[in-house]
């Protein structure tokens, strides 16, 4: 059975920092492209960064450019996004979503999300 689980949200004051974490589990984890999403109230989820599953190739919504890097570790079966320079707007659940393709087949799963409030 497929597990993805985040964790690492919580309250943070404006210009601080959080690293969350995502760990897979029941797939081949270096098969899949890893990415963090994020919904805020109200709004729709927007993807936030992604990652290759090599880790070669990353890409960035335009809105969190130069405050938030994602990597992975594929021995720990772990993706991380470290995010600094906090913003209230960053406030919202963190989604992270496991996709890949398997022939015709396309495979994707999510986790249940970990709130990041950012406030002072």
């Known amino acids: 059975q497929v597990q993805v689980v985040e964790s690492g949200g919580g309250l943070v004051q404006p210009g601080g920092s959080l690293r969350l974490s995502c760990a897979a589990s029941g797939l081949t984890f270096s098969r899949y492209r890893m990415s963090w999403y994020r919904q805020a109230p109200g709004a729709e989820r927007e993807l936030v960064a992604s990652?290759?599953?090599?880790?070669?190739?990353?890409n960035y919504a335009e809105s969190v450019k130069d405050r938030f890097t994602i990597s992975r570790d594929n021995a720990k079966n772990t993706v991380y996004l470290r995010m600094n320079s906090l913003k209230p707007e960053d406030t919202a659940v963190y989604y992270c979503?496991?996709?890949?393709?398997?022939?015709?087949?396309?495979?994707?799963?999510w986790g249940q999300g970990t709130q990041v409030t950012v406030s002072s």
């Open positions: 990652i290759a599953s090599t880790g070669g190739r990353t």
């Open positions: 979503n496991a996709d890949s393709t398997f022939g015709s087949m396309r495979l994707n799963y």
